[in-house]
């Protein structure tokens, strides 16, 4: 499992939330599984954005949230795939089984909406929260390293 610290972090602009998922995607290996989550437009695609940049899959412009084709991959310097569960309201049992399946891909997984999946997951994850800060720009990012 990935070596992402458990931390605080806040950033002032959506840059700053891409550059930061740059940053995280040094410690990032096959195998690991990250969870964004957080209010809508609080800013998971732009965290995704960096993070899948900083992994050599896709530059920033090119990387668009999934959420009509609910998973999306890029190969980099490890294979990136992102999802989006936003559509995914409540997840039925065939919607756990294929993701299950998909997960056991040899690659990186960035899952926006996360928490939709968190309680059937059955191996170590990171999760990134982000919600919203003092001003309309600011966001507050609550990392936590692997979760049994």
Same mark, same amino acid.
């Given at each position: 499992?990935? %070596? ?8 002032? =602009? ?17 195998? &690991? ?18 993070? $899948? ?5 896709? %530059? *920033?412009?090119?990387?668009? =949230?999934?959420?009509? #084709? $609910? ?17 995914? +309201?409540?997840?039925?049992?065939? #919607?756990? *089984?294929? $993701?299950? *399946?998909?997960? +056991? ?9 996360g928490d939709r999946l968190e309680g059937a997951l059955r191996r170590p994850f990171a999760k990134i929260t982000i919600g919203f800060g003092e001003? #309309?720009?600011?966001?507050? $990012? &609550?990392i936590e390293g692997a979760q049994p």
């Amino acid at each position: 499992m990935n %070596a992402i610290a458990t931390t605080r972090a806040t950033t002032r =602009s959506p840059e700053e939330t891409v550059a930061l998922g740059r940053a995280l995607a040094a410690d990032l290996r096959t195998g &690991d599984i990250v969870l964004v989550c957080g209010p809508m437009g609080a800013g998971k695609t732009y965290l995704a954005k960096g993070l $899948i940049a900083g992994m050599g899959g896709a %530059a *920033e412009d090119d990387v668009a =949230s999934p959420a009509y #084709d $609910i998973v999306h991959q890029f190969p980099g310097r490890e294979m990136v795939f992102h999802y989006d569960l936003f559509r995914l +309201q409540q997840l039925s049992g065939e #919607d756990v *089984e294929w $993701i299950m *399946e998909l997960l +056991q891909q040899d690659g990186v997984h960035v899952i926006e909406w996360g928490d939709r999946l968190e309680g059937a997951l059955r191996r170590p994850f990171a999760k990134i929260t982000i919600g919203f800060g003092e001003s #309309d720009e600011d966001r507050v $990012i &609550d990392i936590e390293g692997a979760q049994p």
